[in-house]
């Protein structure tokens, strides 16, 4: 399939060249097969997320097509999501080297389909958390063991099961957001741009919406250590990079 890029927007006329060259630019060098969908979207406070890349499933029926196999209903479109503000931030004209390696941060999510993997492995974390509750109350049933007896050790098991899966979990997420930045950096051949972004979004004051499922949604990421690490940690990894790279 022929690479292409498709702008899915309600205005085409807002969309800046300079940031499909960079897009097409980045598409090409990481190689991306398939179409890629750029989304520009006004502010959404519910997504702390500024820039989004990541290969989505889009269920595709087609119930007057005989013969197709059940993968065929399931289309993986790579997507690439930027939000409106965010281009004010690090405009294509003005930064284009800092977008460009942000930009390059998602391709490297696209490229190795990291939602698709984050997908899964939540999956089976659930799958084993389901697995568990099935088996204390196969226990409970067979009343081998006294009621509340099972069920402390049911709880202190569930607990114990949460806590070292979301551990394992949210590492892996931050070690593949440091897979990213060094993707990124390697493709741009521009340590400083990407220090220069990361400032920008470090000084940068969020203004998403402080409701209390944003609260609770934060709480449980800085307890497990975020699916991030700081951005200040983030700029000691890019500079070590950089002394790699002039050593």
């Known amino acids: 399939m022929e690479n292409r890029v498709t702008i899915n927007l309600l205005n085409r006329e807002e969309l800046d060249p300079k940031l499909y060259d960079i897009v097409c630019e ?18 959404d406070r519910t997504c702390p997320s500024d820039f989004c890349g990541g290969v989505i499933p889009s269920p595709s029926i087609d119930f007057g097509s005989r013969g197709k196999r059940i ?3 399931v289309k993986c479109e790579n997507e690439l999501i930027i939000k409106r503000r965010d281009l004010e931030k690090l405009n294509p004209n003005k930064q284009p080297d800092e977008l460009k390696v942000i930009i390059a941060h998602e391709c490297s999510h696209i490229l190795n389909k990291d939602q698709l993997v984050w997908g899964a492995a939540s999956f089976l974390i659930f799958i084993g958390f389901i697995c ?4 204390f109350y196969l226990i409970a049933s067979l009343n081998a063991f006294p ?17 070292i899966a979301g551990k394992r979990y949210y590492r892996f997420r931050r ?6 930045d060094r993707d990124a950096v390697t493709i741009t051949q521009n ?8 400032k920008i979004y470090r000084d940068e004051p969020t203004n998403v919406k402080n409701t209390l499922w944003m609260r609770a949604k934060r709480r449980w990421y800085g307890f497990f250590g975020g699916t991030h690490n700081p951005i200040s940690e983030r700029i ?11 050593n």
Request: aromatic share 12%; charged share 35%.
């Open 26 to 43: 980045l598409r090409d060098k990481f190689k991306i097969k398939g179409w890629l969908y750029v989304k520009i979207k006004d502010e």
């Open 191 to 198: 340590v400083d741009a990407f220090i220069r972004a990361l």
């Open 236 to 246: 000691k990894y890019a500079e070590s990079l950089m002394q790699k790279k002039e």
């Open 147 to 163: 009621l509340p007896i099972t069920l402390l050790v049911a709880i202190v098991v569930f607990i114990k099961y949460i806590l």
């Open 175 to 180: 070690e593949t957001e440091t897979r990213c």
């Open 132 to 135: 568990l509750v099935s088996l």
């Open 71 to 73: 993968r065929d209903y």
